[in-house]
């Protein structure tokens, strides 16, 4: 079993940054691949990036390509997700994830989440 926690979240003004942690428990985090999703109010779950297992690979939503950055450090069991240039759209809450099996943006293809943290961006 893996256990998720987010941290970082907060309120910033519309172009500041932020910095995202998702800290997993366990030894075997390199051993999955990870993902952020955000939802935000009334709208469904969606996928904002993913890492490979060993860092060496990320792919983003084309709504943060270019602002926001994934990256690892397996050391640290810790995930990041830095935003740039955020926007009030990007407003939401943050969750990450892990799957032992896919370099997914579905959602349904993670096994485990962290509870999420609240990102509010404003004009």
């Known amino acids: 079993q893996v256990q998720l926690v987010e941290s970082g979240g907060g309120l910033v003004q519309a172009g500041g940054s932020l910095r995202l942690s998702c800290a997993a428990s366990?030894?075997?985090?390199?051993?999955?691949?990870m993902g952020w999703f955000r939802q935000a109010p009334g709208k469904d779950r969606e996928f904002v990036g993913k890492?490979?297992?060993?860092?060496?690979?990320?792919s983003y939503a084309d709504s943060v390509k270019g602002r926001f950055t994934i990256s690892r450090d397996n050391a640290k069991n810790t995930v990041y997700l830095q935003m740039n240039s955020l926007k009030p759209e990007d407003t939401a809450v943050y969750y990450c994830?892990?799957?032992?099996?896919?370099?997914?943006?579905?959602?349904?293809?993670?096994?485990?989440w962290g509870q999420g943290t609240q990102v509010t961006v404003s004009s």
């Open positions: 366990g030894p075997s985090f390199s051993s999955y691949i």
């Open positions: 994830a892990a799957s032992a099996n896919y370099y997914s943006t579905t959602g349904a293809d993670y096994d485990y």
């Open positions: 890492i490979t297992r060993s860092g060496s690979s990320t």
